[in-house]
């Protein structure tokens, strides 16, 4: 593994009251604590590290391998935790219209058909039409597959004979659910309620 993609790697951000918040790249995560913003935190004891004692642990875990971040001075593991020092909120809760925030919430899914494709074969339906003043909304904008799309085309889906599954709305995430089972770390079990990771997979 190259010194890039370890600092790509996710790092787990709680806020003051160690509360899990959101995640960032390990990159992030140690410019944060550079400046004194957070701290890290070791899985295994919770002790709180600021670089210069980071660094020391961080010797001491290199001895059984794993990955560093080599600098002149320093010789970083690479952080899976820190602690902001002095924030106290809960994080960014909106939750930003983008593409892929929208075939989350639709989870991947036709929402006339309700078929699954893949995303390839998924695209972004406006019901009520652009030509007809529909804006691109969380209200207005659903997953559709291209069959189901072609017979909509420029129509509201009742002149289509079409029917959404669900009405569309602006989904209430709040921003861990945003982290993927695919990055998480086993190191973050402890700081996310088991709750936590089985209402993602609910509806
Ligand atoms: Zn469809």
Known sequence: MTTIDVLDRPALVLNKHWVAIQ????KEAIGLVAKGAARIIEPESFVAHDLETWNDVSRAKAKFGGAVIRSARLE??????ILLTGYEGMGERVVVFSRRNLFKRDRFTCQ????????????????????????????????ACVA?????????????????????????????????????????DQFLSR??????LEE
């Open 23 to 26: 995640t960032t790249t390990v």
């Open 76 to 81: 970083l593991a690479p952080p899976e935790v």
């Open 112 to 143: 006339y058909c309700g078929s699954q494709p893949g995303p390839e074969e998924l695209t972004i339906d406006h019901v009520a039409p652009r030509s007809r003043g529909g804006v691109s909304s969380w209200e207005n904008c659903v997953l």
């Open 148 to 188: 189901c799309n072609k017979r909509k085309a420029d129509r509201s889906p009742a002149e289509s004979g079409l029917a959404l599954r669900k009405t569309p709305r602006k989904p209430s995430w709040r921003s861990l659910a945003r982290i993927e089972p695919r990055i998480r770390r086993e190191s973050w």
């Open 195 to 200: 709750a936590y990771w089985e209402i993602e």
